[in-house]
């Protein structure tokens, strides 16, 4: 296709439509206007009216030409036929698909991008015969692709009439070239259609089913149709709650559709894959064994939204799930990231290559399933350890608390000049490991309301850590006679010290591996945070606590020496900093 030309005809196109029709109608005015001018060359000039052209029903539904009646096509016909002499019929074909491809009213219903479309043929493994289904069909990318496998029959369903019309006209034009293709698009809304007495789809029966679904939407916002199937789905799954992520809604309406031997694949937003809110009908649907492959895309791979996706497979009887952080894969382009062939099949193999993580193994962790966050035993298990080493999960032999919430008029408060035998501890306070710098004193009793020392006031051996960015800053209590109130921008860990040692943890979080883990459990886009629930699932190797003892000490000869040398270099670059001012005389 060139570009820059098919640019030039549709803008020509629009301006030519911009006179007869509104602006709801303008794009798919330019659709009509492109696939007539198409008809008309196939027809080598034989019908010069578009009611010839539209609405001979050799290829198009009813519901199209009627449309096109209502828009008057007549009189501006006219002005269309300098195109005819400009641009040829590929040209005219090209128009229709790119329109397709770049109307977005809606950044929610953008398009499929052809190499997503392309992948999602692969993982659905689309063969001869098989019923395909399209919910949130949109322009009719992802059919397109689906309408080549051979005695197939596709099923397209949209709620917006536009892209149900423009998918229609995409197809029609496809279906030019092949033999006897069984597939049409639905106006209508996927969860009233499924009803028993709408009689459009037969209970039970096998599917490969794709969804470019409308993410990041309260289910209870999609319609009445919507909410009874929640209530579906909910005794299914046995789930108590009936509020959760639009997401999951959707995934669940796809097992439904694929039947007992079908296949599925949905985007999802990346946030659904990991977020507390959706995690019981995330867990029910992953220990029912629906989950079978996620794969995380870059940034920018869904154009018009900057939400974060990812593909998710469903089939039935996984035992397993498979993880494919495929977020630096594809060209950038200014707007959007491009998977091209090569692209593609190094997602397939990257797919087939993948370590299976049982279903168990994903349950400590909230059954987050996003790849790029996924933190199991085998990443410890694969490095060169003891095989006496066990490896524990934080959560199993620690405990995670969050300081106490302090306000700066409460600070102004409580402020006192005098020492008070309490001292307030802030993020500036950990430096390089070490709790230093100067502490405020604190008088708790000036303040109009109860703080519960004993869960705010970190104790000896205590592990505190900042809460957002990276890298987490970490250090010790060690002091225990005065008490520390702590900010509400740290977090404290309490290790079971019958397990594990506070200072072999905090040497292990600060490890560049441990780091790493960390970084996985960072939640927000602006101010990222350490999540929790991520965090105590972080797994960390435990030798037995001789052999942490051991350790510890060894590492302590090294940190001395270390601060040693740091004492050294900080005399050396006083005294430098002394000889300047003498011999300058300043």
Request: aromatic share 8%; glycine share 6%.
């Amino acid at each position: 296709m060139d570009e820059a030309k098919i640019r030039k005809l549709t803008r020509g196109l629009r301006d030519v439509a911009q006179k007869f029709v509104t602006k709801d109608a303008l794009d798919v005015s330019v659709v009509y206007m492109a696939y007539m001018l198409h008809r008309n060359s196939i027809e080598n000039g034989r019908y010069l009216t578009p009611y010839d052209l539209l609405c001979s029903r050799e290829n198009l539904p009813d519901d199209v030409a009627v449309y096109v009646k209502g828009l008057e096509f007549a009189d501006y016909w006219p002005e269309l036929a300098p195109f005819i002499i400009q641009y040829s019929n590929q040209d005219f074909v090209d128009a229709v698909d790119y329109m397709s491809a770049n109307i977005v009213n809606n950044p929610m219903e953008a398009g499929t991008p052809n190499g997503i479309c392309q992948l999602t043929v692969s993982l659905l493994e689309l063969k001869r015969g098989d019923h395909i289904l399209d919910v949130g069909s949109g322009g009719g990318n992802f059919l397109m692709h689906a309408i080549e496998t051979p005695k197939s029959e596709c099923i397209g369903i949209d709620t917006n009439p536009f892209a149900v019309m423009i998918s229609q006209l995409r197809l029609a034009i496809k279906k030019e070239t092949l033999t006897n293709p069984a597939v049409s698009v639905i106006r209508g809304d996927i969860f009233d259609k499924i009803r028993p007495e709408s009689g459009l789809f037969e209970i039970g029966l096998s599917r490969k089913v794709f969804s470019n679904y409308p993410f990041v939407a309260r289910a209870k916002a999609l319609g009445a149709a919507a909410t009874n199937f929640i209530e579906t789905l909910g005794q299914k799954l046995n789930l108590r709650k009936k509020v959760y992520s639009s997401d999951w809604l959707f995934n669940g309406l796809l097992c439904d559709l694929m039947g007992n031997k079908g296949r599925a694949v949905a985007i999802m937003s990346a946030g659904s894959t990991w977020k507390e809110n959706d995690e019981e009908v995330r867990g029910a649907v992953v220990a029912s064994g629906l989950v079978e492959c996620v794969i995380e895309l870059p940034a920018g791979a869904i154009p018009g939204t900057a939400v974060n996706t990812c593909l998710i497979v469903f089939s039935h009887g996984n035992k397993t799930v498979r993880f494919v952080n495929a977020n630096q894969i594809g060209t950038k382009s200014r707007t959007s990231v491009i998977f091209n062939d090569y692209d593609v099949q190094q997602i397939l193999e990257m797919c087939k290559s993948a370590t299976p993580i049982s279903k168990e193994d994903l349950a400590p962790c909230g059954y987050c399933i996003l790849p790029s966050r996924i933190t199991t035993n085998n990443e410890l298990s694969s490095k060169k350890m003891r095989s006496d080493t066990k490896i524990k999960v934080l959560g199993d032999f620690c405990k995670l608390s969050r300081g106490a919430i302090f306000s700066s008029a409460d600070f102004e408060i409580t402020e006192s000049n005098e020492e008070t035998g309490m001292r307030y501890l802030k993020p500036a306070n950990i430096i390089e490991g070490e709790i230093v710098g100067e502490m405020a004193n604190i008088d708790l009793s000036k303040l109009n309301r109860k703080v519960n020392e004993n869960l705010y006031c970190a104790k000896e051996q205590t592990l505190v850590m900042t809460k957002y960015g990276s890298p987490t800053r970490i250090a010790i209590v060690r002091d225990s006679k005065q008490k520390l109130l702590v900010n509400s921008n740290l977090y404290m860990l309490n290790v079971d010290q019958a397990i594990a040692l506070p200072d072999y943890v905090k040497l292990f979080l600060e490890s560049s591996h441990g780091q790493s883990l960390i970084k996985k459990t960072l939640v927000g886009s602006v101010m990222q945070s350490i999540d929790q629930k991520l965090f105590m699932s972080i797994p960390v190797p435990l030798p037995s606590l001789n052999e942490q003892k051991s350790f510890v000490k060894k590492y302590m000869v090294i940190k001395a020496q270390l601060d040693k040398y740091k004492a050294m270099a900080e005399e050396i670059r006083t005294k430098a900093n002394q000889l300047v001012d003498e011999e300058m005389g300043v």
